[in-house]
Every structure is written in structure tokens, then in C-alpha cells.
């Protein structure tokens, strides 16, 4: 039998007639043989360089040789050489090799991913964070702008490679596909998002943290102040509640009007943000809670910036009162027994479906008020409530730091939108 081919089938039939005819002589011959064939099998399939720091084989089933090697760091690293011929995967596997210690000695990731490969990392753990609960309400905002803008532009670079003329190359061509120039709350986003992959790839040690790279500008066109209503035109507004109501010409629509009523109310007594935070609540996310012998209504609350508990004015729990009453299936549980424990929603018509009518009727509710525009015209929103909320609160004499905490924002943003407010504040105190 020739050394350079080995016939295991015929080799295992010799073996079987040996067997039978019980030659031992020939069994220990045949399995000498079988020894020696995979020896020189194996021994030709993995090859050691380097005093055996560096390894080539290759695989069963496979015509292109691998290579492995170890770092200062004792650890192994695996690669392809991605050649067929040995000699020439010998020579690229010194070359991973000497580039690959190389940089681990300047501070630089081994491994290396284009930006698509990051993106896709960082997109599957922001989804993980937000399917397990744990996740804020902006990462949705962080995934799409990933995907539709970071992608297409970054997508087979190196993230180590990118530099200050590629993102301002980006920032060029983003806002050419935007068709304006983003406000500055835009631009946070995006340079949160990216700072989110850079994240990404040095816990996966895709780059080093030593590595710079470039951020995306926060700069840009300044938000125009958001419209809000004075004390007179909430007290206006108040007292339009019931004419509203009574006008409605079915009960679907009186239920409407009622539930948008009691929805207004929660976000000018709480300062939640209207959709993200408010349409949500469940009775189990609202309950007492008591304090030098007073009791407040305290709501838990998860938004763009993370769950927070924040205080109700004391009215609020008039208004949940009437939310109670008004759903049939709890309205015969006393009110407290449902607080803290029922998992329905607070805001919700009897078929118990999403409500997504509030805007709508918000804009009936304004034009019926006679309070569309503010003083200076701009058109208000829901979104107003909560600048309402933080300017009375802030002329009321409510702490800065404190009302941060209660509209879960920072305290640099509140000095950002009511500058004039908290300046005229201080001149105050000071004076």
C-alpha cells in the first residue's frame, strides 16, 4: 500500500478479515499502518512558525488555510489567511501576525469592524434594552437615525479611519437630505447615537478607547420658544371644559371629549410629557404616598430620559377620581384598592382600544377656547401643557434642580428654554 494514499475502507476490510482469522500479527501491523496514515494526515494539515506561536491549518472540507496566533496578552487569535496555496498562506499568517502584535503594542484593537458591522451591534442591543424594559424611549430615536443616515454614510469605513473632514463631509450630507439645518435637540440625537456606537465597539474591543475619534457637532439652528399658555388662558380654558363636553352630540363623543378634558388636567397637574410618558399609565403606576403627614398622588412615569417617579398637585387625584368612575369595569372597586395594582390603563374609552384622537381634539377643544396661538401666534400644541407646567412652576418660586428632576430633564436644558425666566428670577433674589 503506497504512504502518499491511504484506502481507510480497505484498510478497515484487512482489519476485519485479521479479525476473523485471528491474526494478531497482521491486526498490529494494520493499526500501525492507521496510525501512521493520520499522523502524517494531521502533521500535514497544521503547520507551527514562530516557535509554535503561530499556527496554519486547515480545516476539514476546507482549501484555504487558517491561522492562529498569540498575543503579549496570552490570548489566541483566529483568522483566515484566505489562500489555497501553503506557502503563500504561510507568508500572509507572519503578516497578521507581526501587524497584529504591532498594534497591540501602540493600544489598538486586534480586531477590526467596519462601521456597518458596529451599527448592526449597536442596533441589536438597543432593541434588547428596549424589549427588556430597561431601555429609554429615545434609543427608537437613536436606531433610526443609525440606520437611515449613519449606514449609508459610514457603513464600509473603519471607524478608527474616520476623520474631522469625513464627519463634517456627513454633517454636509445629512442636512442636505434633512432639507434644513437640524436644531440643536436634533443634532443631540445624532451625536448621542454615534457616541453610542463608539460605545459599542470598545466593550466589544473592536477599537481601542485610546483611539480618537472625531463627534458629531451639537451646534445648530436654535428651537424658536415653545408656545404656552398664561394663568388667565389656563383658567380661560378651564371653564370651557363643560360647554365643550355638553356639546357633543353622541355618547361616543361626550366620553371623547370627557376623557381629552381629564387627559389635559393630568399633564398641567404633573408636567409629563404628552404620549411618551402619559398615554401609557396604568393604575398600578399611580398611588399614594405620604410625607410629614400629608399624602400625595405620585405617578411612575418612563420617558426618553428613563423611568422616574414624579408628584401630582393635589388636585390630581380628583382627576383620577373621575377616570375611576368613568370605567365601568372598575368603578365599583373602591378607588384605593385599584391604585398600585390594576394593570388597566388609565386613559382608555370602554373598548378598552389605544386612544389616538388626543391631538385632534386638543386643536377642538383650543378653537372652542378661543386659544389657538399664543401672544406672539405660534400655533400650541399638547406638547404646551408641559411648557405651561415648567413656567408656572418656575415663576411659583419651585426650585430649579428640583423641578429637573420632577419633568425628568437637566437642569441645563430647563436654564436653555426659560433663560429669561430663571434671569429674572435670580435678579430677584439677588436684588
Not at 463608539?198 to 457637532?217: F, G
Request: proline share 2%; with cysteine; net charge positive.
Amino acid at each position: 500500500m503506497k504512504q502518499t494514499q491511504v484506502d481507510y475502507a480497505q484498510l478497515a476490510q484487512q482489519l476485519l478479515s485479521a479479525d476473523r482469522n485471528n491474526n494478531r500479527r497482521e491486526i498490529t501491523a494494520l493499526v500501525q499502518t492507521f496510525a501512521d496514515a493520520v499522523t502524517r494526515t494531521t502533521v500535514a494539515k497544521i503547520h507551527y512558525l514562530r516557535d509554535g506561536e503561530l499556527v496554519v491549518y486547515r480545516r476539514a472540507r476546507s482549501r484555504v488555510w487558517q491561522c492562529r496566533f498569540k498575543l503579549y496578552s496570552n490570548a489566541w487569535y483566529r483568522v483566515s489567511t484566505r489562500k489555497t496555496d501553503l506557502e503563500f498562506a504561510k507568508q500572509r499568517a507572519g503578516e497578521l501576525f507581526d501587524e497584529a502584535r504591532y498594534r497591540e503594542r501602540l493600544g489598538i484593537a486586534v480586531t477590526q469592524r467596519k462601521f456597518s458591522e458596529i451599527a448592526r451591534a449597536t442596533v441589536a442591543e438597543l432593541n434588547a434594552d428596549l424589549a427588556a424594559g430597561t431601555g429609554k424611549k429615545i434609543y427608537a430615536d437613536y436606531i433610526g437615525i443609525i440606520n437611515k443616515y449613519f449606514v449609508p454614510f459610514f457603513g464600509e469605513r473603519y471607524l478608527q479611519n474616520i476623520r474631522h473632514t469625513d464627519v463634517a463631509e456627513f454633517e454636509r450630507w445629512r442636512n442636505e437630505r434633512m432639507g434644513k439645518r437640524p436644531k440643536s435637540s436634533t443634532l443631540m440625537n445624532f451625536a448621542s447615537a454615534f457616541n453610542r456606537v463608539v460605545q459599542t465597539a470598545v466593550q466589544h474591543a473592536w477599537i481601542s478607547e485610546r483611539v480618537p475619534v472625531p463627534k458629531l457637532s451639537r451646534r445648530g439652528e436654535r428651537g424658536q420658544t415653545r408656545p404656552a399658555f398664561t394663568a388667565e388662558d389656563i383658567e380661560r380654558l378651564r371653564g370651557k371644559y363643560s360647554a365643550f363636553v355638553a356639546q357633543a352630540k353622541t355618547a361616543t363623543e361626550t366620553a371623547r371629549r370627557q376623557l381629552l378634558c381629564d387627559y389635559v388636567e393630568v399633564l398641567l397637574l404633573t408636567g409629563m410629557r404628552h404620549g411618551t410618558e402619559s398615554k401609557g399609565i396604568q393604575w398600578r403606576h399611580c398611588e399614594w404616598y405620604e410625607a410629614d403627614g400629608v399624602r400625595y398622588m405620585r405617578v411612575y412615569v418612563s420617558g426618553k430620559t428613563g423611568p422616574r417617579y414624579l408628584i401630582g398637585k393635589h388636585e390630581l387625584a380628583a382627576v383620577l377620581q373621575r377616570r375611576h368612575q368613568a370605567q365601568v369595569v372598575l368603578k365599583d372597586c373602591e378607588f384605593d384598592s385599584i391604585l398600585g395594582r390594576e394593570s388597566q390603563c388609565v386613559f382608555q374609552l370602554q373598548n378598552a382600544l389605544p386612544v389616538r384622537f388626543f391631538n385632534d381634539k386638543f386643536a377642538e377643544l383650543l378653537k372652542f377656547a378661543k386659544l389657538t396661538e399664543d401672544r406672539a401666534g405660534h400655533k400650541r400644541t399638547l406638547y404646551s401643557l408641559r411648557h405651561t407646567y415648567a413656567t408656572l412652576a418656575l415663576l411659583g418660586g419651585t426650585d430649579i434642580h428640583t423641578l429637573a428632576k420632577q419633568m425628568g430633564t437637566s437642569v441645563r436644558m430647563l436654564e436653555q428654554h426659560y433663560s429669561k425666566l430663571t434671569a429674572t428670577m435670580a435678579a430677584e433674589r439677588l436684588a
